[in-house]
């Protein structure tokens, strides 16, 4: 069976054009707003005008959102931008590759920083929210990124609309974001009634050859796993992802395989170390070849997790012959 890439798919987790409200430059509110995450209070009393994104999955909403205009500055990609983004990624400054240094940060002026991973706000990176605050820059993270796990929300569809919900009241676009969740609760609809996953056991491979790190039974690769009706052979680990190991995939035998393709760790890295390996190569699902790629930033809870749910689908149901 020949590799199944599932190409950029039509489904398009933002607004359509015609749902899409006035451009970003008319969009206010004229009272403070206040959103509480991860125990702190973000609260502005305009919306920003320039916001930097410390991590591609906070980037990929203010894309979303149509914010491109009102960015200062990005940083931190895992993957490529999705193509129907790419222009308006285009516009904004990438500040460095990976987290860029305090100096270069300040040095783009920000009036509000978002970030998906508490990481962000350290000493090393941007410095810490309360540092932050008295500078006169708001801060935003993501209710999945924080520090302390007690504070973390769970990994859901709903947490990714109530993030998206927050920076779109944040700027004044309310009505974005309910236009992109409703397009994500069609879409995750239409997945569910596919059920292109049952009676599949998938491993969903993340990334690692001495021992595999996988997705477990609480994150995104368990809720797009969940979507299309397959099983995740490892979903009674703790956890969105965990590292396991090979004699544990082997025991799995799974009867297809979810590969993340990042660019630290690519796909056909993957698979060519699977159909190299003497005892992996004989799994079902390496014999078979059948593997579905999927974007990193697909398989985080985030603004494009229901896209991987769509092209999950597509990839497990256009596998033959099946199990």
């Keep these: 069976m020949a590799i199944l890439l599932v190409g950029a798919l039509g489904a398009c987790t933002g607004a359509p054009e015609a749902d899409k409200p006035a451009a970003a430059a ?10 509480s995450r991860c125990g702190v209070t973000t609260t502005v009393t305009s919306p920003p005008a320039r916001l930097v994104t410390l991590n591609q999955g906070a980037t990929e909403v203010a894309l979303a959102l149509d914010l491109q205009t009102r960015m200062a500055g990005t940083a931190y990609l895992d993957d490529a931008v999705p193509a129907r983004w790419k222009a308006a990624y285009d516009t ?63 990994a859901s569809f709903q947490t990714v609309w109530d993030e998206l919900g927050d920076v779109a009241e944040v700027f004044g676009v309310a009505p974005r974001a309910a236009a992109i969740r409703d397009a994500q609760k069609r879409q995750l609809a239409e997945v569910t009634a596919k059920s ?28 797009v796993l969940d979507a299309v009706g397959a099983r995740n052979v490892f979903d009674t680990l703790a956890g969105g992802w965990k590292t396991t190991s090979w004699e544990q995939v082997v025991a799995a035998d799974p009867d297809a395989i979810v590969l993340a393709d990042a660019g630290w760790d690519t796909a056909q890295s993957k698979i060519d170390y699977l159909e190299h390996d003497p005892v992996l190569n004989k799994l079902k699902a390496v014999q078979r070849r059948a593997y579905v790629v999927v974007p990193f930033s697909e398989s985080t809870p985030g603004v494009l997790l229901a896209d991987g749910a769509v092209r999950v689908s597509a990839g497990l149901g256009n596998l033959t012959p099946r199990p």
């Design 92 to 154: 904004v400054p990438v500040l460095s590759e990976k987290y860029p240094s305090k100096e270069k940060l300040l040095a783009a002026r920000p009036d509000f920083l978002y970030a998906s991973y508490s990481s962000a706000f350290t000493d090393k990176v941007a410095g810490t929210r309360d540092e932050l605050g008295s500078q006169g820059i708001t801060t935003y993270l993501s209710p999945l990124g924080c520090a302390d796990s007690k504070q973390q929300a769970s």
């Design 26 to 35: 008319g969009s206010s509110h004229s009272t403070p707003v206040s959103v």
């Design 196 to 223: 292109a996953g049952k009676g599949l056991n998938v491993l969903w491979y993340d990334s690692g050859t001495k021992t595999p790190y996988v997705g477990a039974g609480h994150g995104g690769p368990q809720l």
